[in-house]
């Protein structure tokens, strides 16, 4: 547990330093690691759960809003899931970071310009559009805390297109 919360934290401390920081931190926070890994995964699967109701309403004809809000509402939950694993404040910053800055703002447009074309624009291409963006900014922003996963998608990427 103790070198996943250093995994996820993205520091490595010295071992000395590791027992006084790891107890400074559960002492600070109110939910204890194994709460913490629970909320974090109910929220994932709650998550997932919502995209995937979201699809089968589509499939269902009962609409691209109702298709539209379930799915960003479960993209939404599964982003703030890792909330419980960092706190708040942390993931925030982590967000907004050098190397993640520009998925972040274009997860953020493409949510908000999800919601703006389908529930008051109702254009189901354009909302259609914004989902796809959405999901691949959410993608690009996820494997931007896997180490060298971008590096390896982006020469996969470039071997597919070489002649």
Request: net charge positive; charged share 15%; proline share 2%.
């Amino acid at each position: 547990m103790d070198k996943l919360r250093r995994v996820l934290s993205g520091d490595e401390p010295t071992p000395e330093e590791e027992s006084s920081i790891i107890t400074q931190v559960l002492t600070k926070s109110t939910l204890s690691w194994s709460t913490r890994i629970k909320a974090f995964c109910i929220c994932f699967v709650l998550g997932i759960f919502l995209s995937l109701l979201g699809s089968i309403a589509l499939f269902l004809h009962r609409g691209i809003v109702v298709f539209a809000v379930f799915y960003t509402l479960g993209n939404i939950i599964s982003m703030a899931s890792t909330c419980f694993l960092m706190g708040p404040f942390k993931q925030i910053k982590k967000m907004f970071a050098d190397t993640r800055l520009i998925a972040t703002c274009i997860v953020i447009a493409a949510i908000i310009m999800t919601f703006i074309s389908a529930i008051v624009l109702k254009k189901a291409g354009l909302t259609l559009i914004f989902i796809i963006i959405q999901s691949l900014a959410m993608t690009w922003y996820s494997l931007s805390y896997i180490p060298y996963a971008r590096d390896a998608v982006k020469k996969t990427v470039s071997a597919c297109f070489e002649v």
